[in-house]
T-cell receptor, first 114, second 109 residues
Framework: ETGVTQTPRHLVMGMTNKKSLKCEQH?????MYWYKQSAKKPLELMFV???????ENNSVPSRFSPECPNSSHLFLHLHTLQPEDSALYLC?????????????FGSGTRLTVV | SQQGEEDPQALSIQEGENATMNCSYK?????LQWYRQNSGRGLVHLIL?????REKHSGRLRVTLDTSKKSSSLLITASRAADTASYFC?????????FGKGNQVVVIP
């Protein structure tokens, strides 16, 4: 384990469902990130949180709603998703937003929207 | 675009051989990082090379950086079957880490 834990590992949801992805780290990192990984595409940065404040929303549709209650926990709330939202969603953390020290990634949640 | 682009996209080698992959980028960077991703897992940070460094080693990994050509290479020496994975370069600048599409490496036992 890397120190960043994501749950669930796999999720299948219908387009009308509401679900949440969870990410947790106890590395003492202050920055957390959500990335989307689709086949044959570069990783897409979705959201950045620094000391639990959102500092970046990379033009993500409102059907994805992040929540960061504290520096150790990050959620991604999902509702009325589309089949093209099916992907591997990766959470990462770093000591600071400045990526000078590398990111630590979780194992991801494989999301399938049916 | 700051995004790294790996080359070749897919590489298949015999165990024991060396694997080399390249990454090119377009803008100035603070550092360049390489990550490994095993199938269905998250990315694992391998090595970071700063913009004022030209070469760095970590175990069987050797990374070079040529800022004049805006390119980097990752060499895995004496490859093992366990090195089978996707390898990503990521460029750091403007407080962002931008990843390339990845490079699939298959090491045949």
């Amino acid at each position: 384990e890397t120190g960043v834990t994501q749950t669930p590992r796999h999720l299948v949801m219908g387009m009308t469902n509401k679900k949440s992805l969870k990410c947790e780290q106890h590395l003492g990192h202050n920055a957390m990130y959500w990335y989307k990984q689709s086949a044959k595409k570069p990783l897409e940065l979705m959201f950045v949180y620094n000391f639990k404040e959102q500092t970046e929303n990379n033009s993500v549709p409102s059907r994805f709603s992040p929540e960061c209650p504290n520096s150790s926990h990050l959620f991604l709330h999902l509702h009325t998703l589309q089949p093209e939202d099916s992907a591997l969603y990766l959470c990462a953390s770093s000591q600071r937003v400045d990526p000078d020290y590398g990111y630590t990634f979780g194992s991801g949640t494989r999301l399938t929207v049916v | 675009s700051q995004q790294g682009e790996e080359d070749p996209q897919a590489l298949s080698i015999q165990e024991g051989e060396n694997a080399t992959m390249n990454c090119s980028y377009k803008t100035s960077i603070n550092n360049l990082q390489w990550y490994r991703q095993n199938s269905g897992r998250g990315l694992v940070h391998l090595i970071l090379i700063r913009s004022n460094e030209r070469e760095k080693h970590s175990g069987r990994l050797r990374v070079t950086l040529d800022t004049s050509k805006k390119s980097s290479s990752l060499l895995i020496t004496a490859s093992r079957a366990a090195d089978t994975a996707s390898y990503f370069c990521a460029t750091s600048g403007n407080n962002r880490l931008a990843f390339g599409k990845g490079n699939q490496v298959v090491v045949i036992p």
